[in-house]
C-alpha cells in the first residue's frame, strides 16, 4: 500500500535527512520501512536500539537507516548534524517521530540546510481514492466516521475494534510520550481537558471557559492546548480577520487527528473529517511544492460564519460550507463574497440528492465526490 508521501520522500533522501512526523500509529515506521527492502533499523524506545544509537553502530552497509522516535534522545539535532557532516547520506538517513520535530529544536546546533520535513496524515477519502479506486465512496465515508482514519482501525473496519483501539492508542500518548518529552504530571487534568474538547469540536473554544472547568489558570490551559497540537492529538484553527468587519479576533476552534474522538452527531464529525482533510492537503502542499498556504474559519459578531476558509500564498483562494443534509445554499457565502470576490466557494453535504453550481460559480458538491477529488494544488 504505497502512500501518499512516498515518492516526495524517496526523491529527498537522495540529497538530505527526511523528518517524517505525525500522529501516533499514522503509519510513519511502516512507509518508512517500504522505501527499501535493505534498511536498518533504531528506535529510542528500545534499550538495545538505544545503546546502538550512543555507539553509532548501525549497519551502514544498508542501503537506508531508519531512526524512529529520536528527539527523545538528549540533544538530538547536534547528534544528527554530526552524522551528517562526517558522513553525508549514505546510507539514507529518515527519521521519525510522533511529536512535532520542530518543537525540540531548542537545544543545540540548528539543522537547517541539512533536511526537509513531511507530515505523515491517516488515511482520508482522497488518499483511499488513489490506493484502491473504491466502487462505493460513499461507504467508505460512512466508514471514516465511523473508525477514524488511522490504518488500524480503519483497514479492520470494526467499531468494536476501533472503541478499543481508541483507548489504548490515547493511553499511550498521555502516559508514556506526554511524560517522556514535556514532562508533564497532570494527567488526569489534561485527559479531562480532551473530554470538554470532544464536546466542543466545531465551536469556538474559550480559554476562560475551560481554565473554570479545569480550576487552573488561562496561561495553564494554553501550554496544555499547545503540547496536544504538539503531540499530534489535536490542531488549531483561527479565525481569519483581515478585512472582516466586526470579525472575532480570537476564540480558535480545535479539531481531532482522529475524527472519532469527537462527540456529538454525524454533521460535526463530518466537519472535524473535512477540517482533517483540508489540513492534510495543505501541509502536502507546503512540504512537498514548498506553497504556503493557511486553513481559518470566517466569523462575525453577529454569527454570520464559513465553516472554513483556505488562502494560498497569503491570496483567498477558497471557501467551503459543511452540511449533513441541507441542500439549501447558505447565505453567508453572499456576505463573505464581498470581501473575498477571487475566492471559490464550495457547500459540500452528505446526503444530496442533485449536485448543483449557480451564476458566479458557487457550488453544491456530494461530500464523498468533493472530499475524494478536491486538491489545492
Not at 203 to 210: D, E, I, M, Q, T
Not at 336 to 362: M, N, S
Request: aromatic share 12%; with cysteine.
Amino acid at each position: 500500500m504505497k502512500r501518499y508521501l512516498t515518492n516526495y520522500i524517496l526523491d529527498d533522501l537522495k540529497k538530505k535527512i527526511v523528518l517524517l512526523t505525525g500522529p501516533r500509529q499514522s503509519g510513519k515506521t511502516t512507509l518508512s520501512k517500504m522505501l527499501s527492502s535493505n534498511f536498518d533499523y533504531l528506535n529510542f524506545d528500545n534499550p538495545e536500539h538505544r545503546l546502538g544509537l550512543i555507539e553509532r553502530s548501525w549497519d551502514r552497509s544498508k542501503d537506508l537507516i531508519i531512526f524512529d522516535e529520536l528527539h527523545k534522545l538528549k540533544n538530538w539535532k547536534s547528534w544528527l548534524k554530526g552524522i551528517y557532516d562526517t558522513e553525508g547520506v549514505q546510507p539514507r538517513i529518515i527519521v521519525t517521530g510522533s511529536a512535532k520535530l520542530d518543537t525540540y529544536r531548542k537545544v543545540g546546533d540548528s539543522l537547517a540546510g541539512r533536511f526537509f520535513q513531511f507530515r505523515l496524515h491517516p488515511f482520508d477519502l482522497k488518499e483511499i481514492k488513489k490506493i484502491n479506486n473504491p466502487d462505493n465512496l460513499q461507504a467508505v465515508l460512512d466508514r471514516l466516521l465511523d473508525t477514524g482514519g488511522f490504518p488500524e482501525p480503519y483497514l479492520e473496519g470494526s467499531t468494536k475494534f476501533y472503541n478499543r483501539w481508541k483507548r489504548s492508542h490515547l493511553d499511550i500518548i498521555l502516559k508514556q510520550d506526554l511524560v517522556d518529552l514535556e514532562n508533564v504530571q497532570q494527567i488526569t487534568s489534561i485527559e479531562t481537558l480532551i473530554q470538554l474538547l470532544r464536546k466542543r469540536v466545531g465551536s469556538p473554544v474559550s480559554y476562560n471557559s475551560l481554565a473554570r472547568d479545569l480550576q487552573c489558570s488561562d496561561k495553564t490551559v494554553k501550554r496544555w492546548l499547545t503540547i496536544l497540537e504538539n503531540m499530534y492529538i489535536i490542531f488549531r484553527i483561527g479565525p481569519f480577520h483581515k478585512n472582516i468587519a466586526r470579525s472575532i479576533l480570537k476564540a480558535p476552534k480545535y479539531y481531532f487527528y482522529d475524527t472519532g474522538q469527537v462527540i456529538g452527531d454525524f454533521g460535526i464529525k463530518l466537519e472535524n473529517l473535512t477540517a482533517s482533510a483540508l489540513l492534510k492537503e495543505i501541509h502536502y502542499i507546503e512540504d512537498c511544492y514548498g506553497e504556503q498556504a493557511q486553513l481559518y474559519y470566517l466569523k462575525t459578531k453577529d454569527s454570520r460564519e464559513i465553516d472554513f476558509f483556505i488562502t494560498r500564498n497569503e491570496a483567498p483562494f477558497l471557501m467551503i460550507e459543511v452540511k449533513w443534509a441541507d441542500s439549501a445554499l447558505s447565505r453567508n457565502f453572499s456576505i463573505f463574497g464581498k470581501y473575498f470576490p477571487k475566492a471559490k466557494k464550495v457547500q459540500i453535504v452528505k446526503k444530496l440528492d442533485r449536485e448543483k453550481t449557480y451564476p458566479d460559480g458557487t457550488e453544491i458538491r456530494s461530500a464523498h465526490n468533493w472530499l475524494a477529488d478536491f486538491s489545492l494544488t
